[in-house]
């Protein structure tokens, strides 16, 4: 009986399924020695940031990346993923986004530069106000449009590390330009062909699990389109929440983090559904967010999962699913499913 290997924090933990048990495995290993992109990064840097450019640093950008570049480069330090800016500088007008994009099913990709919309009120207001909507009814935005208005209203140039290419791992452009190359670079969709009653997943290890609402896309990016009963999530979780901890999904507004409305579209998708979680987060707060149920390990938490299900239901694994995006069989890309 084969160990899989999940991400979880800076380290992995291992799962062993019965061979009868098991219906899939959806394995996207991204690069897991970042230091190599570095010097590339910091050459493109050097060319792209001109003297009254502002850097800014996605928050799911690698640490190794991150303490590279740190000191190097004027850089607005309060930036922050998906939430609205009230204490930040009123205006940008040049300014280099770095970023280690992944997919997400609502607004096509994160870390584009839907985290600059809040310095455009009119901007964030109309993204905020659509982005309700789809939450709602679980359409996807189309972020091309929004991204064609960034790049009219500020000079920006957006550089992506690509950790799943196959060939170019640092791509620079505009918004647009990058939305475009992310598109074809990064295909994100796989096809399950197998029904499971048990998913396993984590959200990739670190910086994408360091809290839970930069985990959250886990959950939209594998329950979208794919039926299970009970989920067993691996999320470390060190900084807990990751949102004010009075931020709650009965409680957003069009001025609430947008990440804090993924809670009630996530909660949605759970509905109905047993959760457990490997994570350091305090159970309270998980109980309290998403209403799951909390354990020390994973073994612990794929019993709990298991307990009283028949013999051969079936399981299916995501061992990075902030890089995948499981869609229904009829996808054109099919998953080799492992026995």
């Given at each position: 009986m084969p160990a899989v290997w999940l991400p979880y924090g800076s380290t992995s933990i291992s799962i062993r399924v019965d061979p009868e048990d098991l219906a899939w495995v959806v394995s996207r290993e991204p690069v897991s020695d970042y230091s190599v992109m570095l010097s590339s990064l910091k050459s493109i840097l050097k060319e792209s940031i001109g003297g009254e450019a502002a850097l800014l640093l996605d928050p799911t950008l690698p640490s190794v990346l991150k303490e590279g570049i740190a000191g190097s480069f004027r850089e607005l330090l309060s930036f922050d993923l998906l939430s609205?800016?009230?204490?930040?500088?009123?205006?940008?007008?040049?300014?280099?986004?770095?970023?280690?994009?992944?997919?997400?099913?609502?607004?096509?990709?994160?870390?584009?530069?839907?985290?600059?919309?809040?310095?455009?009120?009119?901007?964030?207001?109309?993204?905020?106000?659509?982005?309700?909507?789809?939450?709602?009814?679980?359409?996807?935005?189309?972020?091309?449009?929004?991204?064609?208005?960034?790049?009219?209203?500020?000079?920006?140039?957006?550089?992506?590390?690509?950790?799943?290419?196959?060939?170019?791992?640092?791509?620079?452009?505009?918004?647009?330009?990058?939305?475009?190359?992310?598109?074809?670079?990064?295909?994100?969709?796989?096809?399950?062909?197998?029904?499971?009653?048990?998913?396993?997943?984590?959200?990739?290890?670190?910086?994408?699990?360091?809290?839970?609402?930069?985990?959250?896309?886990?959950?939209?990016?594998?329950?979208?389109?794919?039926?299970c009963d009970r989920i067993v999530f691996a999320i470390e979780g060190l900084k807990g929440l990751g949102l004010p901890p009075d931020t709650l999904a009965g409680n957003a507004t069009p001025n609430s983090p947008l990440v804090a409305k993924y809670i009630g579209f996530c909660r949605n998708l759970l509905n109905g559904k047993t959760v457990h979680v490997v994570s350091a987060i305090p159970e309270s707060l998980l109980r309290t967010v998403l209403d799951c149920r909390a354990h020390d390990t994973l073994l612990d938490a794929y019993r709990a999962a298991r307990l009283f299900l028949a013999k051969g239901s079936k399981t299916g694994i995501v061992t990075h699913a902030s890089f995948t995006v499981l869609c229904s069989k009829s996808h054109e890309t099919p998953l080799k499913e492992e026995a």
């Open positions: 609205p800016v009230s204490t930040m500088e009123a205006s940008i007008r040049s300014a280099c986004l770095v970023s280690c994009p992944h997919p997400d099913p609502i607004i096509g990709f994160r870390g584009l530069g839907e985290n600059l919309f809040p310095f455009y009120p009119e901007l964030w207001k109309e993204f905020t106000s659509v982005f309700l909507e789809a939450a709602e009814s679980g359409e996807k935005i189309d972020l091309k449009p929004y991204l064609k208005k960034l790049r009219d209203n500020v000079d920006l140039k957006v550089i992506m590390l690509i950790p799943l290419a196959s060939d170019r791992k640092v791509v620079s452009g505009n918004p647009v330009e990058a939305y475009e190359a992310l598109s074809i670079l990064q295909p994100s969709l796989v096809s399950t062909q197998t029904p499971v009653q048990i998913l396993v997943a984590s959200a990739g290890g670190a910086p994408f699990d360091e809290s839970l609402s930069r985990a959250m896309s886990v959950i939209p990016n594998c329950l979208q389109s794919v039926e």
